[in-house]
């Protein structure tokens, strides 16, 4: 009998962590940190037999430096980016050391996507593109015969950086999958309507002189944020003005750079015409950013909690000035606060009176409900489902959804569910 034992992502998002236990052997898929607490999941690293990470997300990836595991396993990009995320969280936290750094990055093997790994004679796994982040992964694996889909996180659109996610499997019998966007409440307008918004917002701040500060999550949306305003400038649609960057997005781009195999194709076209599609990383500071000209400023973190956005917040005194938020904020975040509409902030000793704009337009790298009915009605049917990676709202929303549309059993484990397959 095949157990699974859920340690993490459970009704959540954060510490994502499947343990799948055979007679002959253990392994986990994912072993992220809950980004709000800090909190890992508990597992004995010394009797497991191997990681498979998704992708290099925090919240699927970030508890392996606490650990030491004998062996990692993930995609090329995905090692490179998890070296980032990690760095991020020492810096940010101090919970591990540089050493623990260097002890998970040696236990990692890097795959291609497709390219089949035995583990033992009875557990085999895949990579499959997951169309989420750079390098992302769903993860197909066999074991004693059993067919599971983990799917991570998904797109089931094409974005600017990825091809969409893989849907062309054989057989499953058990889909383990996410539910970020699982309500029917969660349907998000086209990523064309959302670009124009994006865009619109930043030609009105340019046009009065002002300047538009983009908070961003340094791995994926920053890359797409990047994207969408190199397009709009190349093609006239949008003033030229500098793009100054700042933080470990400027790290992340350079990864995306180094892997544009592994990117949407238009991406390697571009690249090969001489076109720089993210544009020239021009990182951001204090001589650039606070003069009088209208610039734009892309940079971590996503929230507005920590990272160099920070020391930007303080052009929000005039009102000129403008905050895009791009994507999920929080509670107890700076980022919510401005999302609600705090009319002062204090991210250091002084605190700061909001009298720019603050506007939210939030681009995910998941896909929203109907993309996620359109993915499982296109994988081959599953014998039972089993749903993570939402709020408790909607992981309950899309476990009823599969039912109806599939009619299949379908679990919402709790952490510390162990379910036999
Ligand atoms: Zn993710
Ligand atoms: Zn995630």
Redo the contacts with the bound molecule.
């Keep these: 009998m095949v157990l699974l034992k859920f340690h993490g992502?459970c009704q959540q998002?954060?510490m994502?962590c499947v343990e799948v236990e055979s007679q002959r052997g253990k392994i986990l898929l994912d072993c992220?940190l809950s980004p709000d607490t800090g909190e890992i999941p508990k597992v004995d690293d010394k009797n497991i037999d191997a990681v498979i990470i998704s992708?290099a997300?925090l919240?699927?990836c970030g508890a392996l430096p606490f650990y030491k595991f004998k062996k990692i396993y993930c995609t090329h990009p995905t090692a490179d980016l998890m070296f980032i995320t990690w760095r991020d969280t020492l810096n940010l936290k101090k919970a591990f050391g540089e050493e623990d750094i260097q002890n998970a990055m040696s236990s990692v093997e890097c795959l291609n996507y497709y390219e089949e790994r035995s583990i033992n004679d009875n557990i085999k796994f895949k990579f499959y593109n997951a169309g989420?982040i750079l390098g992302s992964a769903s993860i197909y694996l066999e074991v004693d015969g059993k067919k599971i889909l983990y799917t991570?996180?998904i797109n089931e659109n094409v974005s600017r950086t990825l091809l969409s996610a893989d849907t062309d499997f054989d057989e499953i019998d058990v889909l383990i999958v996410?539910s970020?966007y699982g309500s029917p409440l969660d349907v998000k307008p086209a990523r064309k309507t959302l670009e124009r918004q994006l865009i619109d917002e930043i030609a009105e701040t340019i046009e009065n002189g002002g300047k538009v500060i983009i908070p961003v999550f340094a791995i994926g949306r920053a890359q797409e944020i990047l994207l969408i305003l190199n397009n709009y400038m190349r093609s006239g649609n949008l003033t030229e003005v500098p793009i100054y960057t700042d933080g470990s997005l400027i790290h992340a781009t350079a990864v995306y750079m180094s892997y544009t195999n592994w990117l949407n194709p238009k991406i390697k076209n571009m690249v090969e015409n001489g076109i720089n599609p993210f544009g020239e990383i021009k990182k951001a500071d204090d001589n650039l950013v606070f003069n009088k000209d209208p610039c734009i400023i892309v940079s971590t973190s996503g929230m507005v909690q920590g990272g160099p956005i920070l020391k930007y917040l303080k052009l929000l005194k005039d009102p000129k000035n403008k905050l895009i938020l791009t994507g999920y904020q929080a509670e107890g975040t700076i980022g919510r606060e401005l999302e609600e509409g705090a009319e002062e902030i204090q991210p250091f000793k002084n605190k700061i009176p909001i009298n720019g704009k603050v506007v939210k337009i939030e681009f995910s790298a998941?896909g929203d409900y109907n993309s996620l009915v359109r993915y499982i009605k296109k994988i081959p049917k599953p014998e039972k489902a089993i749903v993570m990676?939402g709020e408790r709202y909607q992981a309950l929303s899309f476990a009823m959804t599969i039912w109806k549309t599939l009619k299949i059993p379908t679990f919402v484990p709790v952490k510390g569910t162990v379910l036999p397959i």
Excluded: K, L, N, R
Aim: no cysteine.
């Design positions: 992502g998002i954060g994502s992220g992708h997300h919240d699927h989420h991570g996180d996410e970020t998941h990676h």
